[in-house]
């Protein structure tokens, strides 16, 4: 019931590079919509919350994501 607000606000804040969504079931239920409403969504594929055992996973993710969006190699 959220997104068409989230969508909203993502337009409203116009990042330069673009959005990352962490967690499953939320980038199921935004990405889509994000991207039909022009706002760029930086990766294919959801990022897990960066806390505990998934931290690296979503640094590296995060790290991927930027540097493709700014076209430079991650490191």
């Known amino acids: 019931a959220a997104v068409p607000r989230l969508v909203g606000t993502c337009i409203g ?3 330069e590079e673009g ?3 962490c967690h499953g079931k939320v980038w199921a ?3 889509a919509p994000l991207r039909a409403a022009g706002v760029n969504v930086l990766h294919d594929e959801p990022l897990p919350f960066p806390l505990g055992n998934w931290r690296a996973q979503f640094v590296a993710g995060f790290r991927r994501a930027l540097s493709t969006a700014r076209g ?3 490191s």
């Open 13 to 15: 804040l116009a990042p």
């Open 19 to 21: 959005v990352i969504i």
């Open 29 to 31: 239920a935004v990405s």
């Open 72 to 74: 430079t190699t991650a």
